[in-house]
């Protein structure tokens, strides 16, 4: 009598799974794949060509390229992106004496208090003061910007996938949507009613095509590099990308170093080992067969 209660048990569950098989398989064949232009027409984000200098384990910060970086966020983007975990002392790390970073924090206004009458007002920066905000509230922020609040840019590479080559793409992807293509296929012809609406920009790197940020970088020569590096608008993009990978990650090349350090030293820990087992057990002769 078990043996019939279990055998029908059986059968009952291996009917239930196969009717699930076929009903998954039955649904996975007739679905029709995701048809957006979202989907199909993004692209992946890619570094510079050659690369970037801290990419990979052996890879280093480039001082001068973050240096030009520093400008380009200076002088573009901090019109509408903060930089709020960036204090001007931490320049210092960029290769600039206690002297220029305290002449770069006094160019900068940031949040005051009045001593007088207690009122909020604005003084010069000092180097223990963060990059102030370009907007005092999040509401001046989005009225200036068509209703989108410009991110903060801190973070920013951290909070992508692939961010510094992110923040590449997107700053030299801008493009015109009526004769974007990808893998041969044209955007306006596989989706004749996509539009990038009025205050919006075509972006194939960006996750819905279309943001709220003007192409920032538009010309060669927009920012003057110290070093006589020429300013072409991927020159700016990629310095710009990595200085915000110093922002974000500042110790970045530092933990890798350590790594290498750490491999070595297991390495000599593990010589040590074998020598030292092999002294303990030196007078341990193996039993010889009968
Ligand atoms: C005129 C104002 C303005 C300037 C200048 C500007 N941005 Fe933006 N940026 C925006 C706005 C607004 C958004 C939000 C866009 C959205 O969400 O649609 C944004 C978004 C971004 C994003 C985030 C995109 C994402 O995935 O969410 C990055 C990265 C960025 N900007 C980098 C920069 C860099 C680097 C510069 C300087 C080269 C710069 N921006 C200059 C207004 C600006």
Known sequence: MIRIIAALAGLVFAGVALLAFFNGAYTALTEEPQHSADHEFHLEAHGPKGGFSFDGPTGNWDIAQLQRGLKVYSEVCSACHSLKFVAFRDLEELGYSEA????FAATKQVPG?????????????????YFPSPYPNAVAAAAANNNAIPPDLSLMTKARHHGSDYVYSLLTGFTDPATFEKDGKR???????????????????????????????????????????????????????????????????????????????LLFATVLAYFAKKQIWAGVKPKKKA
């Open 100 to 103: 220029q970073v305290k002449a």
């Open 113 to 129: 208090i009045d001593p007088n009458t207690g009122e909020a007002t604005t003084r010069p920066g000092e180097p223990t003061d």
């Open 187 to 265: 955007l306006m012809e596989e989706f004749p009613d996509f539009t990038t609406p009025d205050g919006l920009y075509f972006n194939p790197y960006f996750g819905n095509l279309n943001l709220a940020m003007s192409p920032p970088l538009v010309a060669e020569g927009q920012v003057t590099f110290d070093d006589g590096t020429k300013a072409t608008v991927p020159q700016m993009a990629e310095d710009v990308a990595a200085f915000l990978t110093w922002t974000a990650e500042p110790k970045l090349v530092e933990r890798r170093q350590t790594g290498w350090g750490v491999l070595v030293f």
